[in-house]
């Protein structure tokens, strides 16, 4: 039922910055807990960052200190900042809400970081 769509990604510098978004077709950010997973080729999709239905904020420690995950209700919206951005960042981004125990997954975002 619920629908999450990625966007934002694309090629950046070492350096560089992007923010994600993910949209969700209905109100489920108002009520789920919400986070970032990433996934390179050949490897495990790994936890980036999390929101609390309360607000508090969790990061990988790889990117504690250049990545700010944030939620609009309102709008429906989960962003991820990417500041500082590595090669090593480089993967499929893929937001997540977490309500109960289902589990909602996009469709995921590409992002590259090379010179």
């Known amino acids: 039922q619920v629908q999450l769509v990625e966007s934002g990604g694309g090629l950046v510098q070492p350096g560089g910055s992007l923010r994600l978004s993910c949209a969700a077709s209905g109100s489920i950010f108002s009520v789920a807990a919400a986070g970032w997973y990433r996934q390179a080729p050949g490897k495990q999709r790994d936890l980036v960052a999390r929101i609390s239905r309360g607000g508090t904020t969790t990061y990988a420690d790889s990117v504690k200190g250049r990545f700010t995950i944030s939620r609009d209700s309102a709008k429906n919206t989960v962003y991820l900042q990417m500041n500082s951005l590595k090669p090593e960042d480089t993967a499929v981004y893929y937001c997540?809400?977490?309500?109960?125990?289902?589990?909602?997954w996009g469709q995921g975002t590409q992002v590259t970081v090379s010179s």
């Open positions: 997540n809400a977490n309500y109960r125990s289902d589990m909602f």
